[in-house]
Every structure is written in C-alpha cells, then in structure tokens.
C-alpha cells in the first residue's frame, strides 16, 4: 500500500533553516506530482508547493515563494523541502504526498525564539 513518511521537523529560530524529506513506497513515485502540505493547530490544511513528476512543474503558495523549494530523486523515491528563512507562521505539521487525500502522518516544524 501506498506510504509516506516525512522527516526532518524540528524546532529552529526565526531567520533558520530546515529540511524535510519523504520517503515514499507502494505506487510508482517516478509518474507522481508530488506536494508538499501543512497543517498549523486550529487550522484548515495548505498546500505549500507541488513538483511534476520529472522535477519540473514547480509551484509554490505565496506565503512561501521566494524561501522554500522543493526538490525530488526518483532514484530514492524521495522528496525533498528546503526551507529558508522561517518565519513563526510557519509553524505547522508538514505532510507530502501526491493529493491532499493520500498524505503521510507528517513531521512537525516549530519557529520561535
């Protein structure tokens, strides 16, 4: 069956930097577009950024444009999310997976000083 498994959360100071990954297993990763979510207590699910299935494609949300990127090995079948000066509003689980409705459990991102 389909499974994602984030990594990489942890807590950072503002202006800091993190990387998440996913490992994915149970579909073909290589013909996937792949996403990156979040989930901030008390709030509806975002989308942050999403990659085409040969790395190209690339979009991300406003709120995050310009700091983050995203980034995949299909060899590993992993993604990747680089993300640069973090804000406290940042602050949330980070999901990825091909549709907001297949998602791992996620890795939680905490910004504070």
């Known amino acids: 069956q389909v499974q994602l498994v984030e990594s990489g959360g942890g807590l950072v100071q503002p202006g800091g930097s993190l990387k998440l990954s996913c490992a994915a297993s149970?579909?073909?990763?290589?013909?996937?577009?792949m996403n990156w979510f979040r989930q901030a207590p008390g709030k509806v699910a975002e989308w942050v950024a999403g990659i085409g299935s040969d790395g190209r494609m690339i979009m991300y949300a406003a709120s995050v444009k310009g700091r983050f990127a995203i980034s995949r090995n299909n060899a590993k079948s992993e993604l990747y999310l680089q993300m640069n000066d973090l804000k406290p509003e940042d602050t949330a689980v980070y999901l990825c997976?091909?549709?907001?409705?297949?998602r791992g459990q996620g890795t939680q991102v905490t910004v504070s000083s």
């Open positions: 997976g091909p549709s907001a409705g297949t």
């Open positions: 149970g579909f073909t990763f290589s013909n996937a577009r």
